[in-house]
């Protein structure tokens, strides 16, 4: 039998992970709620949110903007897009350098979509000379695919410069800032975005439930009939919100109340900016400490986003991660594992509900199961 989930009074771990996140209490206070989906109240709420992302974004419907939400994780977000958006005799250039390019290169295949992968090392940011010369040398490309943040090792890929390539070869822009959006200012129209994909237990801080899409309404509107899915076609989607306010499905109720109260936390801190400096001081506050008991980050510091930090695993004999992880967990602060193929890492996330005296205390956590571990730990001042 697995053991119980604590008492709702015993405190939870710390995620230290890239979502589901830390949340407020006030977010988690929101879901104690029976929203009727088809309520005229219900569907109030879901008009707000659809409105604020687009604040958040920094964008205007009278611009030309239009934001979708959708039920399920990220993936489903992403996946939608391509299933919604690429047109019979369309063709997708990806571009990855970690696990959730990669996931997009699956999606493509399964739907058996031509594509074409402009891949870079883990540690190496996309490029958009590389994208440059693809794109004039295959005329038949539409859309190009990118990760703003690639979770898998925390880098930062330049979607900026990748959309001024896109942009003038005339080419759709798809951009997976699942866990950059929020926590970074992004200029939609400078980086030329019709696509961008988030979800709700990033950034914004609330629970998992649902993805959402903010793009382009011309763009989205010129798919009609091209749709490989039922349920995850995002032009339907945004008829029914249009039609009667409604999800076309069922909706995730409980995640939407939370989104509703994290969109508030997030005006509190001053929105994109003020969270970018939470989450800044969060990971400069345990690069630091880290360092100071001799963990290194994988990543150059050129390329390090402030949402994950991968670091290289303790280079001894009495290290390993399980035992590591289950002393750190047992401490009450949950790490996650590396995902990178070439080197030994484990990776420690900093964004959610979390601050600088937590990054602090993980640090102390780590230090002491290393201890126990006999593991040796540097002490530089
Ligand atoms: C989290 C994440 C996703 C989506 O993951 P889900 O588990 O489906 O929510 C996609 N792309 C990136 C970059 C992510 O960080």
Not at 150 to 169: D, K, M, Q, S
Not at 184 to 210: M, R
Not at 211 to 230: D, K, M, N, P, Q
Not at 271 to 300: K, Q
Request: hydrophobic share 40%; with cysteine.
């Amino acid at each position: 039998m697995p053991t119980p989930t604590p008492l709702p009074t015993a405190k939870d771990s710390l995620l230290f992970t890239p979502g589901p996140l830390t949340t407020s209490l006030a977010v988690k206070q929101a879901m104690l709620h029976d929203a009727g989906s088809w309520h005229w109240e219900f569907n109030a709420k879901v008009k707000a949110i659809r409105e604020k992302l687009l604040a958040v974004a920094g964008v205007l419907r009278a611009d030309g903007y239009e934001t979708v939400l959708l039920q399920g994780s990220g993936t489903f977000g992403v996946e939608a897009v391509f299933l919604t958006g690429i047109p019979p005799e369309g063709k997708v250039a990806v571009l990855s350098n970690g696990a959730y390019g990669e996931r997009m290169v699956l999606m493509l295949q399964h739907a058996r979509i031509p594509h074409v992968v402009l891949r870079t090392d883990e540690d190496v940011p996309s490029d958009p000379a590389a994208l440059d010369a693809l794109l004039a040398s295959d005329p038949a490309i539409t859309h190009i695919a990118a990760v703003h943040c690639e979770t898998t090792t925390g880098i930062l890929n330049p979607i900026r410069e990748l959309g001024a390539v896109t942009r003038r070869h005339g080419r759709i822009y798809i951009v997976d800032a699942m866990s950059s959006f929020g926590a970074y200012p992004i200029d939609f129209q400078e980086c030329g975005i019709d696509y961008l994909i988030s979800s709700a237990n990033k950034c914004i801080e609330g629970v998992p439930g649902f993805s959402f899409v903010i793009c382009r309404r011309a763009v989205l509107l010129a798919t009609e009939g091209w749709a490989r899915s039922l349920s995850m076609n995002l032009l339907d989607q945004l008829k029914g919100f249009e039609k009667n306010g409604q999800f076309r499905y069922t909706p995730p109720t409980h995640a939407l109340l939370a989104f509703e109260q994290a969109l508030a936390e997030l005006d509190l801190e001053g929105g994109p900016r003020g969270r970018a400096a939470r989450y800044h001081s969060n990971h400069e506050t345990l690069v630091t400490a880290m360092r100071r008991i001799g963990l290194r980050p994988y990543l150059d510091p050129a390329h390090q986003s402030h949402i994950i930090t991968s670091f290289r695993y303790p280079e001894h004999p009495s290290y390993n991660w399980t035992d590591f992880y289950r002393r750190v967990a047992e401490k009450g602060f949950l790490l996650y594992p590396g995902k990178i193929s070439k080197a030994d890492t484990f990776r420690i996330g900093n964004i959610g509900r979390l601050f600088p005296a937590d990054m602090r205390a993980v640090v102390y956590a780590i230090r002491e199961a290393l201890v126990e571990m006999r593991v040796p730990v540097e002490t530089t001042p």
